[in-house]
């Protein structure tokens, strides 16, 4: 008798910290692993890490910031209407909450990932670079593919490691886009997916094209580099190389990690600038404010050479 009042008094202290919260946000749970404190807040921050003691993502960037960031993806003359959306979106980061994406360090440091991260993936899916209004940074997620792709991507020199699949066509696709077999097939063995003989998988799937995204903001592409992720959030300590190469930690060293030569080193480009503008632009959008995006130097990469070598995995994007 007495352990069934237990539970039932347990039950509802639950329901009271959670109706404290967001609406749709698990409780906290809370022990010490070795002397630190770890948490598990249910599906979207789970698995005991102490990242999961922070706030979650959908606890400070909600629905409809989001729907204010992309406002004009579902419009009619963009070209994946329907497709992308807040939850699976939420959904794909609940995978890398647990080891910190967006749930590092303070709330400030939270949200400047999170603004980092959808400006690239803003930047490189707006139909926004035309005649469009409102310009590039009002079209974000306005693509899930690549539209007239001039070739098959299928590079030769990988037919032992990842062998384009007959039929198969690796154009850009996903929220940074992916191309190339080598890509699609490297992808592939880290998410678990057979990307490779599906490259469609991507831009069938939202959930999908998010999680491969954040896999590449949160992953090395190359050894000795860091990931856009560790930039973002302060885990970088750029090496003496680094610095006489003028690459200093903040949004900028970040292009350089995803574009690299495409993108950095070559002064004042409008393909860089571009992207500033979405990450400002969506700092404010969220209320952050772009004041806290840091000094012009951190944010550009215009002077920084490349991170060498270059990197592999968007690379070859759409230029
Ligand atoms: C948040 O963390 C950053 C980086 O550690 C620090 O510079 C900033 O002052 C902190 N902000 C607040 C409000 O504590
Ligand atoms: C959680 O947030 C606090 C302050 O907001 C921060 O100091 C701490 O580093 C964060 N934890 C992790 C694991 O990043
Ligand atoms: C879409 O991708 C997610 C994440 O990889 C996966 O969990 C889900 O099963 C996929 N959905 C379909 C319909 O394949
Ligand atoms: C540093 O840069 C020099 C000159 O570009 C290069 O030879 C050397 O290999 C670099 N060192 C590292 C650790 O990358």
Known sequence: METKHMCLLVTTLLFIIVSIGDADTSPILVKKIKGKKVCDQGWECKGWSEYCCNLTISQYFDYYQFENLFSKRNSPVAHAVGFWDFKSFITASAIYQPLGFGTTGNKTTQMLEIAAFLAHVGSQTSCGYGVVTGGPTAWGLCYNKEMSPMQDYCDDNYKYTYPCAPGALYFGRGALPVFWNYNYGYLADCLKVDLLHHPEYLEQNATLAFQAAIFQWTTPL????????????????????????????????????????????????????????????????MGVGREQAGAHEVLTCAEQKPFNPSTPTTDSASS
């Open 222 to 285: 190359k050894k000795g580099q860091p990931s856009a992720h560790d930039i973002m959030v302060g885990n970088w300590k750029p090496t003496k190389n680094d610095t006489s190469s003028n690459r200093v930690p903040g949004f900028g060293a970040t292009m350089n990690i995803l574009y690299g030569e495409r993108t950095c080193g070559k002064g004042d480009i409008d393909a860089m600038n571009t992207i500033i503008t979405h990450y400002l632009y969506y700092l404010d959008l």
